[in-house]
């Protein structure tokens, strides 16, 4: 146990340095434990550690505490209004591409029945631990063909349970498959009733209490005993230890604690999935992936294109063609929980060595591709579909007058307009980010693609007959050429202006803008009104 601690501190070491140097080229960080892993188990022969039971149970934590997290975010009122994405698309996805890859491997690669089955059933899974921590990182996760992700994700986390009660079941065939389904189906009646109904209670309990001492450490450890506790209790049941995890994240998410929750444990979530990944990296053998690169990279090529062509296919039935095209691209590797399915396929004698060590090499070169894949998809998307709307041909606009114009749909942009359909007023959508127009696309709202410091756009929006223009733009070049765009082609209109530092007041300075309106200023001026407002109404 030593020794794995003393080389997981120096592979957390190096990863810092690695990752480091990666920042700078924007490399995610997922590549750079990876990498980490593979130098720290050639440079230290340390490839006997892949299997150590103490750095394989830290690892493993850190997709505990990642699925713990997504549990946080996923109440169940908020599953209940998924479950399309997780009943429906999670398991005929699931399904059909495991019936795809078995025939592969049962009647092309001549594989026998018990490792067809456990090889195909591995590959339908998806990383849930590189896919969910790069699209909450980059906010993706909102989107419609993030919440199509995270769906299905959570049905494959939940469909590893009976893969794994398969493979002890295909190790003994002299058991009762049906006792097996029984036993199974009883310990998921007590773990619910137990989780649901008593550690609810026991949960809210010690986070209330924890939370009145304003104590940070006793709040901590009460939300790493709720953690791990429902993995172990889970476990001993025959569950994995991230469904645990991921439903005392749901019941948490019914509180009033999951936000300071969710804040507490991220840092715990990034170390232990930084340690998952190390390992991973320690699972590359290059020798056999020198002397087998042309099999491990067409089956690689192979497996991406059909999951990517299944999950499509799926997604599509309820979801519009660019949606579904982005979450195939998304969730089209070979998942974190393979690696375990494997070592227990391979224990069992059901999967040979050489087999193991190729399916491996797939699994993490599948794994090192994701980030950058999901880095571009919203170029790769763009490529093959063109988002109905985005454009710069503004002939559907029509003659408007008297009208607002909202250049910028960013986080306040979006609350200028949810306003000004509140109140019924006639208002229209500028933006020169692709990305921008597509949320309001999305949103349903009549967006279009233009620098409103071109004189031709401000024509095409009939600025001069506008009753104000409020420009919400974060660039601050950026605002300062749209605005005297705006106060040279049409000097009579309203400009008001979203500012939020000194030095974007500085930028602006010398334009005759009718109205600025700064943040901070804002924010100190309704706090102060209402402390001072709530205090005169305790008087009376």
Known sequence: MESGLYYLTVALGISIVVNLILKRFGVSPIIGYIMTGTVVAYGFDLHHMVDNHTLEMIAEFGVVFLMFTI?????????????????????????????????????????????????????????????????????????????????????????????????????????????????????????????FVVGKRVMAWLLHFSSSSNVDELFMGSVLLIVVGASLLVHAFGFTYSLGAFIAGMIIAE?????????????????????FFVTVGMKIDLTFFVHHVAEIMGILVAILVIKAVVLF????????????FKTAIALSQVGEFSFAIFALAGNAKILDEDLNQLLVLVVVLSIIFTPFILSKIASIAGIFFTEPGMTEDF??????????????????????????????VTYVIIDNSYKHVQEALADGEKAYYGDMSKTAILQKLHTEDAVSVIVTLDNSAKKRLVCESILTYAPHVKVVVKVVSLEEKRELRGLPISVTVDGKKEVAAKLVCEALYCDIKEKI
């Open 255 to 275: 509180t009033q604690y999951h936000h300071k929750v969710e804040a507490d444990i991220a840092p715990f979530k990034d170390l232990l999935l930084g340690t």
């Open 395 to 424: 002939s559907t606009l029509g003659v408007h007058n008297n009208h607002v114009i909202v250049c910028g749909y960013g986080v306040v942009g979006k609350f200028v307009v949810k306003a000004l359909h509140a109140e019924g």
């Open 71 to 195: 549990g946080l975010e996923v109440s169940l009122r908020r599953l209940a209004t998924m479950k399309t994405d997780v009943f429906f698309n999670g398991f005929l996805q699931t399904t059909l591409t495991a019936i795809v890859f078995f025939i592969a491997s049962f009647w092309v690669f001549h594989l026998d029945f018990a490792t067809s089955l456990i090889v195909s059933m591995s590959l339908a899974l998806s990383s849930t631990a590189v896919v969910l921590t790069q699209l909450k990182a980059t906010k993706e996760i909102t989107r419609p063909y993030g919440q199509r992700s995270m769906g299905i994700l959570i049905y494959q986390d939940i469909a590893v349970i009976p893969i794994l009660l398969l493979i002890g079941f295909l190790s003994n065939g002299s058991e009762n498959i049906a006792a097996v389904l029984l036993q199974t189906t009883l310990s998921a009646v007590v773990i619910v009733g137990l989780l």
């Open 313 to 324: 296919g799926v997604v599509r039935i309820y979801s519009k063609a660019k949606v579904a």
